[in-house]
């Protein structure tokens, strides 16, 4: 599965961005996804995730309150709504697909347990 990410861009502080994760070459529908991101200088960190059915998701907690998750499988795309935007949720975002969530019935956070991943968007965020 090839992953798409966009929506990244310049934002003052306090603002809104929502990125988009759309799918191209087979179904999202059974697979878990999730959102990091990696400022310069940092490891990628786990910002966000939806299971398959959309029906779990799992946030940082230095976004809880402030991101939400979501996903419409009809389009084969998950977004991922960003508010009230900080300086420090500056970084490049990635999405990133795990093949396993249906079977392991749970979500996961650590970077080596999602298959696929897409390119990254740029968010920059201006105080």
């Known amino acids: 599965v090839q992953l798409q990410a966009s929506g990244g861009g310049l934002v003052q502080a306090g603002g809104s961005l929502r990125l988009s994760c759309a799918a191209s070459?087979?179904?999202?529908?059974?697979?878990?996804i999730g959102w990091f991101r990696q400022a310069p200088g940092k490891e990628r960190e786990f910002v966000a995730a939806?299971?398959?059915?959309?029906?779990?998701?799992s946030y940082a907690d230095s976004v809880k309150g402030r991101f939400t998750i979501s996903r419409d499988n009809a389009k084969n795309t998950v977004y991922l709504q960003m508010n009230s935007l900080k300086p420090e949720d500056t970084a490049v975002y990635y999405c990133?697909?795990?093949?396993?969530?249906?079977?392991?019935?749970?979500?996961?956070?650590?970077?080596?347990?999602?298959?696929?991943w897409g390119q990254g968007t740029q968010v920059t965020v201006s105080s």
């Open positions: 990133a697909a795990d093949r396993e969530n249906l079977k392991r019935d749970r979500l996961v956070t650590a970077t080596p347990l999602y298959d696929y």
């Open positions: 070459g087979r179904t999202l529908s059974g697979y878990g």
């Open positions: 939806v299971s398959w059915s959309g029906g779990s998701t």
